[in-house]
């Protein structure tokens, strides 16, 4: 019995070190600001500012070994015009169709101001996604394409019952590193929402 007792205290103490190592490796990292405008369960309603981020092309759903972690990655360490070394920040986005899809880094907000250096790599490119507001749902796990499509269809459906309406293509949010386990994993799904405010985003 003693044993048993034993066991299940190491264990639970393993887990409470694997949690509490996950939340301060994701609390190392600057994250892409936001406002949470309503919360039901696990959706959200936020606004966003403009967001300056570095993106480059992916291969087709499920192709995921397409080198467009490491382009990016090779930009933010040196591989740009002024050889400028960038922090890394949270979470990194993917959006787009199954045929044009894209992988994005939000740049620190320091650079803001400061203009980001521009890439090397032809296939990399700075730019600025626009403020607005975007409907949210997080989940855990890891990335699959038959988990992306049933956490965008419930969102979807969270979307059209709160009477909303998409204005864009979904955006998947990855919080942590691979090694992070699957069932601790912060991810999220996003649509930005038509407010009739401002130009209508891309």
Known sequence: MKKMIFLAL???VGVTFVVAGCQVTRGGYESAPYEVVRRDAKFELRDYPALKVVETSMAQAGQEDDGSFRRLFAYITGA???EQKIAMTTPVLMSGS???RSMAFVLPAGLEVAGAPQPIAEAVAVREVPAGRFAVLRFSGGRSVNQEKEVLDRLRAWVKQERLVEASTPVYAYFDPPWTPA???RNE???RIVTGEGPRPE
Do not use: A, Y
Request: hydrophobic share 45%; proline share 0%.
């Open 10 to 12: 190491s264990l639970l």
């Open 80 to 82: 740009n015009e002024g």
């Open 98 to 100: 199954d045929s044009n």
């Open 183 to 185: 069932f601790l994993r």
């Open 189 to 191: 799904v996003m649509l």
